[in-house]
């Protein structure tokens, strides 16, 4: 597997802007679209960046934000990432073939996987499974009993979700452990347990580090959401530092696992903390450009061809219905790069076989023109092509298969 070289860029480069976009343009214009572009200066901008916000604490790589191995090969060549945080176990057990430390961010009852882990005493060493309760132990116990299985390295995941008196409840729906005393419950239960090692935890943040503190046109929200993270962080400074010294009690923990792309500045300064896990900041998606701590470059997009006019005010676009993940809503839309003064149609928006785009610069597009979008979400792109094209210096560089390009979907 290739693996990309990433130089700190030099100071002033701009990303996003319209000499941006045309270069992208110039560069893959011997290429037929649709296509996938990674700009080699605006990856390697994000992830200095990054190891500049951590303050010096180590980056666990989320592969789930890249899906891209040669990316996430490079990424951790750079002093300051270490380790992956993968999303299934099938994918960390084909990840830790060369990868030698991967936690599995969720928890898993893949029975397959499962028992390719027990056959492998180097697989086993190299994956740590997440589990949130006792019955996790239990099928996992049931696929292979442990007195024919080496011990399994295991986390425990902390709930980190906070009430706010406007917003309700904010967060993600995970952990049922939310306080030092049923995380002391499970911890006892794990290390009392044979076949198994209680190594880490692990506590994700999302309504600091994964919503936008700063949406566009929306100065109310925006004032009510900055008080909740503020005020969320703070709670969760105090019970993530109690939690974790009452399960270090119990167990010597490798590794406590806090923050992402968000909010690195933030979990970094949390004593409890002793890595963080980011992925999305490296590619850039457009659900992070609406943020006031940091404002990643647009290092993935993704180009497709103008295939007819249906009137000379119009363009139409195959394909582009590449929708993220999360609540139906406008933000989880592609977002139209370039040219500027693009805009989706309003009863078609982005379609599977075609969008059509109005707007000022839409009459000026012609057949087999590109328009460049970008994905909301970092690593969702990946499943969609089966390759990126590496621009460095206004030319392509690189070729780089995605999971998919490898043959691989694991979600």
Not at 40 to 54: I, K
Not at 187 to 204: D, K, P
Not at 252 to 275: C, I, K, M, Q, Y
């Amino acid at each position: 597997m290739r693996t990309i070289s990433l130089e700190r860029p030099a100071a002033g480069v701009s990303f996003g802007d319209d000499r941006y976009w045309e270069g992208l343009t110039a560069a893959t214009a011997h290429l037929d679209p649709p296509l996938g572009v990674i700009s080699l200066e605006a990856l390697a901008s994000n992830a200095f960046d990054m190891l500049r916000r951590a303050n010096g604490m180590p980056i666990r790589v989320a592969s789930k934000s890249v899906r891209v191995r040669s990316v996430l090969d490079s990424v951790l060549a750079l002093p300051g990432f270490a380790g992956v945080l993968s999303y299934t176990l099938a994918e960390s057990l084909w990840l830790a073939e060369t990868i030698d430390d991967v936690v599995l961010a969720y928890p898993t009852v893949d029975r397959g996987a499962l028992r390719r882990l027990m056959e492998s005493e180097l697989l086993a060493a190299r994956v740590t499974l997440m589990v949130d309760s006792v019955a996790h132990l239990d099928l996992i116990d049931a696929v292979l009993p442990p007195d024919r299985r080496p011990v399994l390295q295991v986390a425990i995941e902390l709930d980190t979700s906070f009430t706010a008196p406007v917003l309700g409840r904010m967060g993600v729906w995970r952990s049922p452990i939310h306080d030092a005393a049923g995380a002391v419950e499970l911890a006892r239960a794990i290390s009392g347990r044979r076949g198994f090692a209680l190594v880490g935890m692990m506590a994700y943040e999302s309504q600091i580090a994964g919503l936008p503190d700063d949406p566009p046109g929306q100065r109310a929200r925006a004032g009510i959401v900055r008080r909740m993270q503020k005020a969320s962080f703070a709670e969760l400074l105090e019970r993530r530092g109690e939690v974790v010294s009452a399960v270090r009690t119990v167990a010597d923990l490798r590794f406590v696992n806090g923050g992402g792309t968000g909010s690195l500045e933030l979990t970094s300064a949390d004593p409890s903390v002793t890595e963080l896990g980011a992925g999305s900041g490296l590619l850039g998606g457009h659900t992070f450009d609406n943020f006031t701590r940091f404002s990643p470059a647009p290092a993935a997009a993704f180009a497709l061809p103008v295939v007819r006019k249906a009137e000379p005010g119009s363009a139409t676009l195959l394909g582009g219905g590449w929708v993220a993940s999360g609540p139906p809503a406008a933000d989880r839309l592609p977002r139209i790069e370039w040219p500027r003064g693009l805009h989706f149609a309003r009863y078609e928006m982005a379609g599977e076989v075609q969008t059509p785009v109005l707007g000022e610069a839409a009459a000026d597009l012609a057949l087999g023109d590109r328009v460049w979008l970008r994905h909301a979400k970092s690593g969702e792109l990946s499943e969609h092509i089966d390759e990126f094209h590496i621009v460095d210096g206004g030319a392509v560089v690189d070729v780089v298969p995605t999971y998919r390009g490898e043959g691989t979907a694991f979600l």
